[in-house]
C-alpha cells in the first residue's frame, strides 16, 4: 500500500470515523509499533472502507455505533487500580476494534455486519475492563428485541469476573441504569423497559448472564449476544456449539465476542478459531462476517527486546504495568523454566505444551507445504516407521539428504472412528486438507503402511527402513520379501544421536517438512537426559493427546542416516 492517498478513505469521513480509525493511521504510518497480523488488520479495515462504495460490496460503515459506546464508556467509571472512580476513557486500539464491531453494517436493513469480533493480545492490557460495558450496551443500546446476552468462560468464577464488573457498574451509576431500564440481581441483570412498535408501546424484556463451559441445561436459548472470556481454555465445544446453534433463531444480527490471550494448547477451539482469524487477515480465507485482530510478537522476534514487548501489549503506553512486566521477562530470561508462561500471557505466543522442547519459531521456520516428494525421484532415502496401538495416529516418514539439509515428508494415518471421537479440532481440518489419512476401521490396518513403502521404493531409492519395534514383525518380514533392508528400532536411550541430530537440525533450520501435523508432533515433544546426557523424548504422559508420532519415525529414520554414513553409533541402549 503506497503512502500517498493511504488514508484517503478514512479521512473523508465525518469527525467520529476520523476519531476512530486514528489508531490504523498511527499503525501504518510506522508511529505506533505492532506486529504483522495487526498491520494486516488495520489494511483490511482501510480496504473495507473503499470498497464500501462498490457494488460487490454490500455493507457501509456507520461510526454513530461506535461513538454510542463510546459515549456510555465515559458515563461508567473505572472499576480498578489507581484510577478508580474516574470516567472509563477508551484507548485508540480499543476505540477502533470496538467501533470496527458495531459499525460496519448491512446495506440493506442497516443491521451488524459482523456476527464473529476476535480480540487476541497479552495479558494486562484491560481487555475485558473494556467491555464491561457491552452487556448493558447490547441489552439497551442495541435496538434488539428480547435481547439475551450471555457471559461464558471455562470456569462459572471465571465468567463472573466480567459479570461482576458490569454489575458493579449498575451498582454505582443506578440514575442511569433506571433511564435504561436496567435492573441488577446477583445471578442476573435484566432489560425491563417500554418500545414503541409500530405505533404501539410494548415492554422489551431481556437478561444477561454468566455461565461455564461445562454447564448443562444450555439448550433452548436463544441468544443475541454471547461473550467468551479467556476462549484460549476453552476444552470442548460444547456450549459454543449450544450457542451458535441458539443464534441461527430469527435474530439478524447476533454477535459471538471472543477476547483471549494465547494458550499452550494447539488441539482445541481456542486455537482453531486464532488460526481462522490468521488465514482471514492473510488472505487464505474469506469471511466477511467475522472480524478479528491479533496483537503479538512476530516469529523471529527476540523476545526480550522492548519493541518486541510492544507488539503483543497494545496498552503498553496507556498505564500498562511495566515493572510488573519487565520483572517476567528478566525471570524468564534467567530461567527457562519461567518462558513458557512468558511467551504464551506476556507475548500472546501461542505454544503446544506449557514445557515444550523446541521454539515455535524454530519449527516453524522448517514448514514448507509447497515441498514435494516427486521432486526428490531417483534419489536415496531413509524411511522410519513409528507404530501404534490399534486406534492411535500411525506415521511413515521419508527423509532425503540435500546439501547441509534434511528434508522430511511424513505421512500419518488414524481410525477413522478416532478422528471423530478424538476431541481435536486440528484432526477434521488436517483430514481435509490432505494431511491426515482415515481409514474406515476402528483399529489401525498397518498392510496400508507397507503397501505405502513399497509404492515408494519403485520411486525412490531407500536405503533402509526403520522400523519401531513394537508389534511390527510381520511388516518387517513382509517388506523384506520385497527385497527391502529392514531395520528394527528400540525407542529409548539407543536413539541419543539420532535424537540430538534432530535437535541440531530443527535449531540450524536444516529440516524442511510440509505437513502441519509434523509441525504439531514437534511442539508436543519432551525431552529429559539421563545422568549421561542421553537425550530422550517423549509424550508428557502416557495419556496425553498430544502427538508425537512424526518426531519418533523421524528420529528413526536418522538414526539409520547416521549408521549408514559410518558414524559411531551403539544399537543397544547406552547406560
Known sequence: MSCGGKFAAIDAGNL???????????????????????????????????????????????PSKGKRYQTLMSYLTILEGTKMGQPFEMYPYQLWSISQTLGWVNDSDDYRRFSFSYDEMGRGNGK?????????????????????????????????????????HTQNHPA?????????????????????????????????????????????LNPSVVIFDEFHTTKTRKVYDIFQTGMLKDRPQTLTKIITTAGDSMEGLGYSMHRK???????NLVDETFFGCIWAADEGDNPFEKSTWRKANPSWDFGFNRKK??????????????????????????????????????????????????????????????????????????VFKRDDTFYVFPKYWLPEATVEGAGNELYPAWVRDG?????RRRTID????????????????????NVDKW???????????????????????????????????????KIKFNNPIFRWNCLNVYASYDHLENLQLSKENKMSTRKIDGVHATCNALHSYIRDGSQPLSTEVIW
Open 435 to 439: 494431511y491426515l489419512t482415515t481409514q
Open 128 to 168: 475485558t475492563s473494556v467491555i464491561t460495558g457491552m452487556p448493558i450496551y447490547f441489552l439497551a443500546c442495541d435496538g434488539e428485541g428480547g435481547p439475551q446476552v450471555y457471559v461464558s468462560a471455562l470456569t462459572e468464577a471465571q465468567a463472573r469476573i466480567l459479570y461482576g464488573f458490569t454489575y458493579q
Open 16 to 62: 467520529e470515523q476520523q476519531d476512530q480509525y486514528a489508531y490504523v493511521k498511527d499503525v501504518l504510518s510506522g508511529k505506533i509499533i505492532t506486529g504483522e497480523y495487526t498491520k494486516l488488520a488495520c489494511e483490511r479495515s482501510i480496504r473495507d472502507l473503499e470498497r464500501a462504495s462498490t457494488p460487490d460490496f454490500p455493507y457501509h460503515y456507520d
Open 446 to 465: 498397518y498392510r496400508e503402511m507397507r503397501d505405502y513403502i513399497i509404492d515408494l521404493s519403485k520411486t525412490y531409492e531407500i536405503e533402509t527402513v
Open 277 to 283: 482469524c490468521v488465514d482471514i487477515l492473510q488472505g
Open 176 to 220: 442511569l441504569m433506571s433511564q435504561l431500564g436496567i435492573e441488577a440481581k446477583q445471578e442476573e441483570i435484566r432489560l425491563d423497559k417500554e418500545i414503541v412498535v409500530n405505533g404501539r408501546k410494548i415492554g422489551n424484556r431481556g437478561f444477561f448472564r454468566a455461565v461455564s463451559s461445562d454447564a448443562d441445561g444450555l439448550h433452548g
Open 471 to 509: 508389534g511390527s514383525e510381520n511388516m518387517m518380514e513382509e517388506l523384506e520379501d520385497e527385497g527391502l533392508t529392514v531395520w528394527p528400532v528400540t525407542q529409548g536411550k539407543n536413539l541419543n544421536l539420532a535424537n540430538k541430530l534432530f535437535e541440531e537440525s530443527i535449531l540450524e533450520h
Open 325 to 398: 512486566f519487565e520483572k517476567n521477562a528478566a525471570d524468564a530470561k534467567r530461567s527457562k523454566s519461567e518462558r513458557a508462561s512468558f511467551f504464551t500471557f506476556n507475548l500472546n505466543i501461542w505454544l503446544s505444551s506449557s514445557s515444550q522442547w523446541l521454539e515455535s519459531s524454530d519449527v516453524n521456520a522448517g514448514l514448507d507445504t509447497s515441498l514435494k516428494i516427486e521432486d526428490f525421484k531417483g534419489e536415496p532415502c531413509w524411511i522410519g516407521v513409528d507404530m501404534s496401538s490399534v486406534r492411535d495416529m500411525t506415521c511413515v516418514s521419508t
